[in-house]
């Protein structure tokens, strides 16, 4: 079983930056894929950007591309999203998850990835 665990959410002004952290408990990180997916109150859960178990191919949704950062440290067993330019449309709950690694092909699909954490507040005020 492998646990997920985020933090680093928060309260922040517009235009301010977030980075948040999804610590696993996996014995071999490297063999995973990570995701991150975000859900707004009455909207359904969107993929935000994934990294695959080597950290070598990102894939990040149009939405936050050129904002957003995926990057991980497969020696602390860590993936990161570093959020710049947040805008309050970006507030939600953001979700870190995790799949066995099939190649470069990196999923941006929720029911691709069998581990999810609790997710963290991410508030973006105007």
């Known amino acids: 079983q492998v646990q997920l665990v985020e933090s680093g959410g928060g309260l922040v002004q517009a235009g301010g930056s977030l980075r948040l952290s999804c610590a696993s408990s996996?014995?071999?990180?490297?063999?995973?894929?990570m995701g991150w997916f975000r859900q707004a109150p009455r909207k359904e859960r969107e993929f935000v950007a994934a990294?695959?178990?080597?950290?070598?191919?990102?894939n990040v949704a149009d939405s936050v591309k050129g904002r957003f950062t995926i990057s991980r440290d497969n020696a602390k067993n860590t993936v990161y999203l570093q959020m710049n330019s947040l805008k309050p449309e970006d507030t939600a709950v953001y979700y870190c998850?995790?799949?066995?690694?099939?190649?470069?092909?990196?999923?941006?699909?929720?029911?691709?990835?069998?581990?999810w954490g609790q997710g963290t507040q991410v508030t973006v005020s105007s």
């Open positions: 996996a014995r071999t990180f490297s063999i995973f894929d």
């Open positions: 990294i695959s178990g080597t950290g070598g191919n990102t």
């Open positions: 998850a995790a799949r066995y690694s099939s190649g470069s092909y990196l999923p941006a699909v929720q029911s691709a990835y069998g581990y």
